[in-house]
């Protein structure tokens, strides 16, 4: 199984864990709910490439170049481990795993269903 094809299954599988909380409204809860959890694993796969993390490095002049500076800076001069710089540099260079993509749809599609869920109330 290639990882689109399981990033679209994880998504589906979170979108399906949102229940209805309403007969009619439930089901646009729902339907929002897995347009947040795609919205939260695009994010998680698109996102350190836009600010410049790729597999070659940090690209010159790029928002993350500056995010590296900021965080050598502030650390005497290196990037801590597990700090955003290196966890968006990683990515960048290995892609996220299956748990991030996993994590990311879950709480993409919690937060949007709960926040539709509120507002339609």
Request: proline share 2%; glycine share 16%; with cysteine.
């Amino acid at each position: 199984m290639s990882k689109v094809s399981a990033i679209i299954c994880i998504t589906l599988i979170a979108s399906m864990a949102i229940q209805p909380s309403e007969a009619g409204v439930g089901h646009w809860i729902a339907g929002a709910a897995a347009a947040g959890a795609a919205a939260a694993v695009t994010a998680v796969a698109v996102a350190p490439a836009a600010l410049g993390f790729g597999a070659l490095g940090i690209a010159s002049g790029s928002i993350g170049a500056g995010m590296m500076s900021a965080s050598a800076i502030a650390n005497g001069g290196g990037v801590l481990t597990g700090s955003v710089v290196a966890t968006l540099q990683s990515l960048g260079v290995a892609g996220a795993s299956y748990s991030t993509y996993a994590a990311a749809a879950a709480a993409g599609g919690a937060a949007v269903g709960a926040a539709v869920d509120y507002f339609t109330k």
